[in-house]
């Protein structure tokens, strides 16, 4: 089934609180609505201070209310609530949290998420000061504890000259979790005060001032593993070299590289602090054996684009591997590692990823089966995870971040199994 069909006609629960990104909340609406899912929008009184109920209307397709007082004869309070399969709240207000968490049902956005059994997302926007209350932070701990899944916010620019955690993540990043949470991702926070460390996109090795080596990777599964992991309630950061202009992972430390030598001493510096270190990062095998100082011209003798003289570059994996064999790393620090393979008419390509297992020495491999359309660039990804221990589990084809979802579920059950290697 492909991830469209899997949202396709799911009533879906918009609420919106009155937060200056309210705005964002109609990109949202327009994702959702474009996966295919019929989307109501329930927003709270003061969200249309923001945005007019026509502008909510004209995009989902349905009728705009904010009291329990509308339709009472359907009993809508309880009806929009019992036919919902997800409600995604974006913005959340510190208001709104705080209502939800007291278990308030006050305006038909509350009473409806009190009503609804199905999973619910919220995603707070707020000044830093608000979002680092003591009395907020308890409202979202008790959510979670409830089983209410609360994002991270993304740390930027907010209204005036403010910046810091608060911002509302972008519309894309809130779809593409809430899509992973409608499909069964693992969103349970198992991964509380465990620093993960995850290399992301793909290296570019320089021939001169305009041209590089490369390869197509976008970033987006590292990025993906990253929010997922915060979600999880782990310390992230993220080493990422081209990474298409994605958003910044919510919750997550950036630290941004180009080479492959880049990204290895940036890896290295940070390994040792690290409980668990996923290599998701298309790292270059190889660099040009000179730079050229001046662009090299087309059509000259001496230009040397004829001919390239390359060497390897250092392997990560294989020296993360090494460092932890020595005694450098901490103890029962679990190593992943990915393989972008192609089969053959001998080797299938999960074969050259158990091999490529083998050869690196990791806990768990990623193998995807790599070529025209697949996995590079796309939304969607599927693969084999390869444990040292000889198994293997399907990672099921859906977006990218319910595929994160599936690899970090099966890495905290090989952390707690006192699996792997030391």
């Not at 049902?105 to 509350?110: C, R, S, Y």
């Not at 990025?223 to 070299?241: N, P, R």
């Not at 510096?269 to 095998?285: K, L, N, P, S, T």
Request: glycine share 10%; with cysteine.
């Amino acid at each position: 089934m492909s991830q469209q069909n899997r949202n396709e006609s799911k009533h879906l629960v918009v609420g919106v609180a009155g937060g200056i990104a309210a705005y964002k909340a109609c990109h949202l609406v327009r994702e959702l609505k474009e996966a295919g899912a019929d989307v109501r929008v329930v927003p709270t009184p003061d969200a249309l201070r923001f945005v007019g109920a026509a502008t909510f209307e004209a995009l989902s397709g349905h009728a705009v209310s904010t009291t329990v007082f509308d339709a009472v004869d359907e009993v809508q309070h309880v009806r929009i609530g019992q036919e919902a399969q997800g409600i995604v709240i974006a913005p959340a207000t510190a208001d709104v949290i705080a209502r939800l968490a007291a278990g308030r049902a006050n305006d038909l956005l509350t009473a409806t998420c009190l009503v609804a059994t199905c999973p619910v997302l919220v995603v707070p926007a707020m000044h830093t000061e608000m979002w680092l209350n003591p009395a907020t932070q308890d409202n979202v701990a008790t959510l979670r504890r409830r089983g209410i899944v609360v994002m991270e916010p993304a740390h930027g620019r907010l209204t005036g000259k403010d910046t810091g955690p608060g911002r509302l993540p972008e519309p894309q990043q809130i779809a593409a979790v809430f899509k992973a949470l409608l499909d069964g991702g693992d969103f349970e926070r198992n991964l509380v005060g465990q620093r993960v460390l995850i290399s992301a996109g793909g290296t570019r090795e320089n021939l001169d001032p305009v041209r590089f080596i490369g390869n197509a990777s976008s970033g987006r599964q590292g990025f993906a593993l990253a929010e997922i992991a915060a979600h999880k309630g782990a310390q992230v950061t993220v080493v990422a070299a081209a990474t298409d202009d994605l958003p910044t992972p919510c919750g997550a430390e950036m630290v941004r590289v180009r080479s492959a030598r880049e990204m290895k001493d940036a890896i290295d510096e940070r390994a040792g602090e690290a409980d668990i270190i996923i290599m998701a990062a298309a790292v270059a095998d190889y660099r040009p054996a000179t730079v050229a100082e001046s662009k090299m011209k087309k059509g000259r003798d001496d230009a040397g684009l004829d001919h390239l003289e390359l060497v390897e570059n250092p392997d990560i994996l294989a020296g993360l591997v090494k460092r932890r064999a020595d005694g450098e790393l901490k103890d029962g620090v679990s190593i992943v590692g990915f393989a972008a393979e192609t089969g053959d008419a001998q080797t299938s390509a999960v074969e050259h990823g158990r091999a490529k297992l083998r050869r690196k020495g990791c806990d768990l491999l990623m193998c995807n089966e790599v070529g025209e359309g697949k996995v590079f660039g796309q939304a969607t990804n599927q693969g084999w995870l390869l444990g040292a221990d000889g198994s293997e589990r399907t990672i099921e084809l859906g977006s990218k971040h319910y595929v994160a979802a599936q690899m970090l579920a099966a890495i905290a059950e090989l952390r707690e199994s006192g699996g792997g290697r030391t």
